[in-house]
């Protein structure tokens, strides 16, 4: 092994790196050019191709193919396009997968029509997607004894004994030759080699079908992906929309549609709804003539088209209709009118809408959680008509597959007007009550500007980076609402004698635990679960009736029981009403007094003061909450918490004013010297500093900074954070902090913005250079400063590569497995000498 390598060696070695590399460079460039920009320009140039209606676009698509006109506009287009496509394919396939592990649905196994089976199906459980299940008729079938539902559903058994009579006797008048179709299916399942896809699945991989492992075999995975997306495109999105299109230009809707802004949307709907029909109509007559093969080929279909519009309704269309709703009750808040609201649809309907669905997504995501709070207080049993979203049981998929359309219809319209009325309840009405109680608290202030000398921006982030979080990461808020609901529902059951209905029985409750080992047994007892031999689809089956919470407690039904139902939803009622009214009034009245000695009397947002209020209402209920826990533990006890609590408070607000004070505001200021004023001042203006606003910045950067610290590779900055986060707030080490954290990064950030400032205000002015080049280096020596600093990191890192490189070539020439070769030819010691072929062959 020589000391040093010769330089041919050297410059041999460098020339294969960058031989290597270029290759590398051109087949990746080739990847990412036929799957970023082939595929989607395709993709585009195909779609308006195809929906521009015209049959010259066919005939010149090949030259459209090759345009170079909108490129960039196309290919993001084109990768939506794909995006879809891709997602139309995968719920394709995990559709099937829900179908051949859940079952199909009876009629598309048995000769009956799905129209004609589907109303015999009250067994099933309701899927509950809006939250509203359905009324009492559709209760489990088989409930266990123990688990009756006293006074709340009692002619549900002798119906239902009908219906499964019913059920039986269809079961029976079904075909010989369906069984037969059944035992062929069956016996094509059992003739199928699984392992020969998951071997086909092995291998294939990730990067051999993208191309990154150096192969070219990716092109026929383009050339497929190609093909798919112009065969999805067809299939799902040009047969759909003329079909629509044609029916409402046959309708004398065309105008109509086109005044929504939404045509193609709407048209395509429509068009998959008339497809649906159709389904319906062609299965009906291919079970009439008997043509087995076509009607389970054309009840697949239909199964596919009907979950998909189900989703759109379920997550597209129903929290559209919360969210207008909710705008449309709120008007008076900001002095608003539905003719503002129409002029923003004309101006803007695409992000109008896409707000609208956002607040209802919202809207339905909380009351789904206030719900879920509320079965955690509440007895099983009492919200019987609310679909459970934490059963394992629960598959809404399964129950768009199985359950009729007037299921799902009755159930939209139930979960409309319980969601609507709520909203009148908790808004319109407190609203109107505030207007005419306090006249002057409504409207709210909503502009998008302010004169104020307080920036806008420095208050969206100090609501996003401090306020937010300090209220939705603390587990303290669910803990309050659930004691505020327990003491409700304690205070309405005693006054209405509801406690056994509400709450359950104090005798019941001693043994619930061996209660609910009892009806947990009992209720696998009674819902017959399927042997092997019957499949998945009997298990699914099962599941869909057994309904009801399996953990129903028993409860004492007093007098007049209906009447105190009623009593106790008018009282919650009015309960909902004052909490809505406190909401809406408290924290925006605290948040504008405190605000008031900050600004004077501008008007600033609303959300900010919101924020504040709820901010200080939530420090205040902690401190009472507090007190209230120390209070039986005696005065020594608290004074002495007291001072606990003082002591950290004092080394916390130590600490807060070094890393969310100090730091963020040297950081803004370092990166409003170095980044925004070289972009923004010219040469011949004064740049001018808002304190306030850079540190605003500096707590985003510093944010981060420390995110990108933690997520990166081990150094004592990493290490310092972690300790620090591991320590927390009641364990803090203020010596610990001070000396291994704030003390090191203020010093560093002050180096950074006085280094510069000494060199361009003392050094520069000693050389004796004119006023210009003066104002020059010192309005640029920051950002020539960390271009210096960047190019010493790159260097740095060029070199430790190229050493990397001088070690790798050295190796790859003289080191044979971990045996070192000579170098020299001839050896004067043949015992340190190497074996003779070895040597011949270096």
């Not at 004013?657 to 963020?664: D, I, K, R």
Request: aromatic share 10%; glycine share 6%; charged share 15%.
């Amino acid at each position: 092994m020589p000391s040093r390598l010769p330089i041919q060696d050297i410059f041999a070695g460098l020339v294969t790196s960058i031989g290597t590399a270029i290759r590398y460079w051109f087949h990746y460039t080739l990847v990412a050019f036929a799957w970023l920009g082939v595929v989607p320009l395709t993709a585009c140039r195909i779609y308006k191709c195809l929906f521009t209606g015209s049959v010259s676009s066919l005939l010149t698509l090949p030259l459209d193919m090759l345009s170079t006109d909108n490129l960039l506009a196309d290919c993001l287009q084109g990768c939506f396009v794909v995006t879809c496509t891709l997602c139309a394919f995968i719920s394709l396939v995990w559709l099937r997968e829900q179908i051949v592990h859940g079952g199909a649905p009876i009629w598309l196994e048995h000769a009956a029509p799905p129209f004609n089976a589907a109303g015999h199906h009250h067994n099933e459980a309701p899927a509950g997607g809006n939250g509203a299940e359905n009324v009492a008729p559709d209760q489990p079938a088989n409930p266990p004894a123990e688990n009756a539902v006293v006074g709340e559903n009692p002619d549900a058994q002798d119906d239902q004994a009908e219906e499964e009579e019913e059920d039986n006797e269809e079961e029976e008048d079904a075909g010989g030759e369906d069984a037969a179709d059944a035992n062929n299916g069956a016996q094509d399942d059992m003739n199928w080699n699984a392992l020969e896809w998951d071997r086909a699945a092995e291998e294939l991989t990730w990067e051999r079908m993208l191309g990154l492992d150096g192969s070219l075999v990716f092109l026929e995975h383009v050339f497929w992906v190609v093909s798919l997306n112009t065969l999805f495109i067809l299939v799902f999105a040009f047969c759909p929309y003329h079909i629509g299109h044609f029916s409402l230009v046959g309708l004398g809707f065309e105008e109509h549609v086109q005044a929504s802004h939404f045509e193609g949307l709407i048209t395509t709907i429509v068009g998959y709804i008339l497809l649906a029909i159709t389904l319906i109509i062609c299965h009906g007559l291919a079970t009439l003539v008997k043509f087995h093969r076509s009607r389970r080929l054309l009840g697949v279909c239909y199964i596919v088209v009907k979950v998909s519009l189900l989703v759109v309704v379920e997550i597209g269309v129903f929290p559209l209709i919360c969210g207008w709703w909710l705008d449309i009750c709120s008007l008076e808040m900001f002095d608003a009118t539905l003719k503002d609201r129409e002029l923003s649809f004309q101006s803007a309907p695409g992000t109008t809408m896409f707000l609208h669905w956002l607040v209802g997504m919202v809207y339905v995501f909380y009351f789904a959680s206030f719900i879920l709070l509320l079965r955690e207080v509440l007895r099983p049993g009492v919200l019987w008509f609310l679909r459970n979203l934490n059963d394992p049981d629960f598959n809404p998929v399964q129950e768009m597959i199985h359950l009729p359309i007037y299921r799902h219809l009755r159930r939209f319209i139930l979960s409309v007007i319980v969601f609507g009325s709520i909203v009148l309840l908790m808004l319109w009405l407190p609203i109107r009550i505030i207007k005419s109680l306090l006249p002057n608290f409504l409207p709210y202030n909503v502009m998008l500007y302010s004169d104020a000398p307080v920036s806008e921006l420095s208050l969206e982030l100090l609501l996003l980076q401090v306020v937010l979080p300090a209220l939705l990461e603390q587990g303290h808020t669910r803990q309050w609402l659930k004691g505020l609901v327990r003491a409700w529902t304690v205070t309405a059951g005693y006054l209405l004698d509801l406690h056994s209905y509400l709450l359950g029985d104090q005798e019941e409750n001693e043994n619930s635990a061996n209660q609910q080992v009892n009806n947990n047994q009992h209720a696998r007892n009674n819902n017959a679960i399927p042997v092997v031999g019957e499949g998945l689809h009997a298990a699914h089956q099962a599941i869909l009736q057994q309904g009801g919470p399996v953990g129903f407690q028993p409860y004492r039904r007093p007098l007049n029981f209906p009447l105190r139902i009623f009593l106790l939803i008018v009282f919650m009622c009015i309960t909902l009403l004052i909490a809505s009214l406190i909401c809406l009034t408290l924290p925006v009245f605290a948040g504008r007094w405190l605000m008031s000695f900050w600004t004077g009397t501008a008007k600033i947002h609303e959300l900010y003061t919101a924020a504040c209020g709820l901010y200080v209402c939530w420090l205040t209920i902690r401190a009472v909450t507090v007190l209230v826990a120390w209070m039986p533990q005696g005065r020594r006890v608290i004074f002495q918490k007291v001072k606990e609590w003082s002591l950290m408070i004092m080394k916390t607000l130590i600490v807060a004013v070094l890393l969310a004070g100090v730091v963020p505001l040297l950081l803004g200021l370092l990166f409003e010297l170095v980044i925004v004023a070289p972009l923004r001042v010219p040469l011949d203006q004064t740049p001018l500093f808002y304190p306030w606003q850079d540190w605003a910045l500096g707590v985003l950067h510093a944010k981060i900074i420390a995110a990108i610290t933690l997520m990166g590779p081990q150094w004592w900055l990493k290490t310092v954070i972690e300790q620090v986060y591991a320590n927390g707030i009641r364990n803090i080490d203020l010596h610990y902090i001070i000396r291994k954290l704030a003390a090191p990064v203020i010093s560093v950030l002050l180096l950074s913005l006085c280094v510069p400032y000494v060199i361009a205000s003392g050094v520069v002015p000693l050389l004796g250079v004119t006023a210009e080049m003066q104002n020059l280096v010192h309005r640029r020596i920051y950002p020539f400063l960390l271009m210096v600093v960047v190019l010493m990191g790159i260097l740095s890192f060029q070199v430790r590569q190229f050493k990397r490189l001088y070690e790798h070539i050295k190796n790859d020439k003289y080191l044979v497995g971990q045996r070192l070769v000579n170098y020299e030819r001839k050896s004067g010691k043949q015992g340190t000498s190497p074996p003779p072929a070895q040597s011949s062959q270096e």
